[in-house]
Structure formats: structure tokens, C-alpha cells
């Protein structure tokens, strides 16, 4: 094995889990969610966090959100990234106090998230 080869297996290596790293996990968690039971909850607070990267800077809109299972509480979060922090900001403030539908996990309802289709008749905005 050559000095090239070394040098494009590390490449690859490198490449492969920077692909891996950006993959978004939080997304795949939801495939598995369509399934899981269907609770009514409430978004309890909101935040826009800014995240800045070199010359550039996004939006990170958090809502904290709480759900009852068999008469126990509890809460998890939503994040939705934007450009603006306008945009964000309209967001989160449109959602802040209202209604949402939580999925959770059967066999641990503290494990939840929110379904972008299930929230289109109680949203006034898409997710």
C-alpha cells in the first residue's frame, strides 16, 4: 500500500464521518413515531437561539412543549432551524401557548416528538 492510497483511505474516512455527523438523527426518530400513540399537549414556552458560523448566522426556534400519559406528566422540546430570526421569531410566537399533538413512545412515554402532520389543524403555521 502506497503513500497515495494511505492518504485517500484517511480521505475517505474523514469525508465519511463528517457525512455521518451531519446526518439528522432527530429526523430519523420520527419515522418510527408515526406509530406510536397520539396525546394532546401544550407548547409551555419559546426561544429563538442564534448560532453563529463564521460570517454567517442561523436561527435555532426551541419550544418547550408538556403531555400527559396515563395521568403522568411530561415535556420534551422541538427545534426548528430558520435564515431569519424573523422568521423564527414569528414562529415561535405564533405557537407559544397553543395546543399540540405528542407522540410517545409506548414502552416510554418520556420519549416523545411532534409530527409535522399532526399539528396542521391546530397550527396557524406549517412547521
Not at 418510527?32 to 458560523?53: C, D, F
Not at 426551541?62 to 415535556?75: F, I, K, P, R, T
Amino acid at each position: 500500500m502506497g503513500a497515495d492510497d494511505v492518504f485517500t483511505a484517511v480521505f475517505l474516512i474523514i469525508a465519511i464521518a463528517v457525512a455521518i455527523r451531519g446526518l439528522p438523527w432527530s429526523r430519523l426518530k420520527t419515522v418510527g413515531a408515526r406509530s406510536w400513540p397520539l396525546s394532546q399537549g401544550k407548547i409551555e414556552s419559546v426561544i429563538v437561539i442564534p448560532y453563529h458560523v463564521r460570517y454567517f448566522t442561523y436561527y435555532q426556534a426551541q419550544l418547550a412543549y408538556s403531555y400527559n400519559v396515563d395521568g403522568e406528566y411530561y415535556s420534551g422540546f422541538y427545534h426548528k432551524f430558520f435564515l431569519r430570526e424573523a422568521s423564527a421569531q414569528q414562529f415561535t410566537e405564533a405557537l407559544k401557548g397553543k395546543a399540540a399533538f405528542v407522540r410517545s413512545r409506548p414502552k416510554a412515554p418520556d420519549v416523545s416528538t411532534l409530527l409535522r402532520e399532526d399539528q396542521q389543524s391546530v397550527w396557524p403555521l406549517q412547521m
